[in-house]
Nanobody, 125 residues
Framework: QLQLVESGGGLVSHGGSLRLSCAAS???????VAWFRQAPGKEREGVSC????????AHADSVKGRFAISRDGAKQTVYLQMNDLKPEDTGVYFC???????????????????WGQGTQVTVSS
């Protein structure tokens, strides 16, 4: 099994910043991690992803230029740095992991087998 624990969520004002963390533990092999979010009344959407080896990343158009994803391999932790936050960024943020067979990562939800419980991010206007 693979356990993923998110942290770092909270309440922030429009234009503020937050850094989310996703700590992984367990015996399952994985090579990519992604962040997803779900706003109230909406479907879950992919935000950003990163490959363990090579560090390839991808971002949703809605967060390009504002969010950055990175990882600390020694800590098995992936970070999502969120800058210039907007009220529409509000939602529960989940991290997910899987073993992907390509050099690039994906923010397609169906590709991920392991999920964390989520952390709430609220951006006030």
């Amino acid at each position: 099994q693979l356990q993923l624990v998110e942290s770092g969520g909270g309440l922030v004002s429009h234009g503020g910043s937050l850094r989310l963390s996703c700590a992984a533990s367990g015996t399952v092999d994985y090579n990519q991690v992604a962040w997803f979010r779900q706003a109230p009344g909406k479907e879950r959407e992919g935000v950003s992803c990163i490959k363990n080896r090579g560090g390839a990343t991808a971002h949703a158009d809605s967060v390009k230029g504002r969010f950055a994803i990175s990882r600390d391999g020694a800590k098995q932790t992936v970070y999502l740095q969120m800058n210039d936050l907007k009220p529409e960024d509000t939602g529960v943020y989940f991290c997910a992991a899987t073993y992907g067979h390509y050099s690039y990562c994906t923010i397609s939800e169906r590709s991920y087998a392991y999920w964390g419980q989520g952390t709430q991010v609220t951006v006030s206007s």
